[in-house]
């Protein structure tokens, strides 16, 4: 599957084993310390809103950063955007 920030997907969609998901606050946190503002900007979302992430690290850097705002960020129908 080829994507590009922006794209949307469902966690379903998105559960290829290559994503880690990251639901603690803690680490939402520090994950998005590690992306610039102009990425979230363009996936519309702003760092409070965010509730997980499913991320691919590659070389000790966040290589594709999927997020979202469900608040159910586990759910297979919860809608991630690509960020990075």
């Known amino acids: 599957m080829t994507t590009q920030p922006g794209d949307l997907r469902t966690a379903a969609d998105l ?3 290559a994503l880690d998901l990251l639901t603690d606050s803690q680490d939402v946190s520090g994950a998005l310390a590690h992306l610039g503002g102009a990425e979230l ?9 965010v509730t997980g ?24 129908g919860s809608l991630y955007v690509r960020v990075r």
């Open 41 to 49: 900007d363009g996936a519309h979302l702003a760092h409070g809103e």
């Open 15 to 17: 559960t290829h084993g």
């Open 53 to 76: 992430l499913l991320v691919r690290v590659a070389d000790a850097d966040l290589a594709e950063v999927w997020a979202t705002d469900s608040r159910r960020p586990f759910a297979v």
